[in-house]
């Protein structure tokens, strides 16, 4: 239940309406990690080897319509990357990372519902 209901009345007293919206209230979400998947190929950042005065498009894909948010993270900054397209199976993300004169290494953090975790090519970490 959500913070500002606070019933206390036995489950089994409970009508099939009120146990539908209990179980939707509560449920926690499912992630499809096995869709998530960002790397270097041209397809998911671009340009593939960005120069030092070019702003570098950054993709990432997860499964279509489980995710509520990700976060492109670099050198201690946040990009709240932005749908950019779909298919019948995935959504794609992207994020700008503005010209930078070294090489960097980047990540993910992706938000579904109360779960957060972190990817980047090699490990998907779940938030404890």
């Not at 539908?20 to 041209?42: C, H, M, W």
């Not at 340009?47 to 005065?53: G, I, K, L, M, N």
């Not at 993300?93 to 290494?105: A, N």
Request: aromatic letters at 12%; proline letters at 6%.
């Amino acid at each position: 239940m959500n913070e500002y209901m606070s019933i206390q009345i036995p489950f089994e007293q409970l009508t099939a309406a009120q146990k539908l919206f209990l179980y939707v209230d509560t449920r926690q979400p499912i992630l499809n990690e096995k869709a998530i998947f960002s790397d270097g190929t041209k397809f998911f950042r671009i340009p593939q080897e960005p120069t030092s005065d070019e702003e570098t498009k950054i993709r990432i894909r997860t499964a279509k319509n489980n995710i509520d948010s990700v976060i492109l993270c670099y050198n201690k900054k946040r990009i709240p990357m932005t749908p950019e397209m779909s298919d019948d199976i995935f959504d794609f993300y992207e994020g700008i990372i503005p010209p930078i004169k070294q090489q960097i290494d980047y990540y993910f953090e992706i938000h579904a519902g109360n779960l957060k975790c972190y990817y980047n090519k090699k490990v998907m970490l779940k938030a404890a």
